[in-house]
């Protein structure tokens, strides 16, 4: 498959409106986000919702659980950096994460 190109500058600026919850880190091309849910349980519905989308997807996410906070690190390893897939992946994380923050 193609490499996914780099996000451009003007590409990276929905890191201040739609995805403002998403950080780009200062020492990898990648952008990271922290769930907090009302526990284990919740936690672990999201990261297998997730989990179903990054397969569909063929994109997948570095993530890391405790309890109930999911800590999701994204980046096209193929790429070295953030692309649009890293876009999709996160809207889409986030719109996994509503259906459950919402019952917290
Ligand atoms: N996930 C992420 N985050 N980046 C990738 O470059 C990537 C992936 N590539 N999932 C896919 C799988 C690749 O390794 C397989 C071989 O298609």
């Not at 990276?12 to 403002?20: A, N, Q, V, Y």
Request: glycine share 2%.
């Amino acid at each position: 498959m193609k490499k996914a190109a780099l996000l451009g500058q003007e590409e990276r600026s929905i890191l201040e409106t739609e995805l403002s919850n998403w950080a780009l880190l200062p020492n990898r091309d990648a952008m990271v986000r922290s769930y907090q849910f009302k526990d284990f349980k919740s936690a672990f519905a999201f990261m297998t919702q997730c989990a179903m989308h990054a397969e569909e997807m063929n994109h997948h996410p570095e993530w890391l659980n405790v309890w109930n906070r999911v800590e999701v690190t994204l980046s096209t390893h193929d790429s070295g950096g953030l692309t649009q897939r890293d876009i999709e992946l996160a809207r889409a994380m986030d719109h996994c994460a509503a259906h459950y923050l919402d019952k917290k």
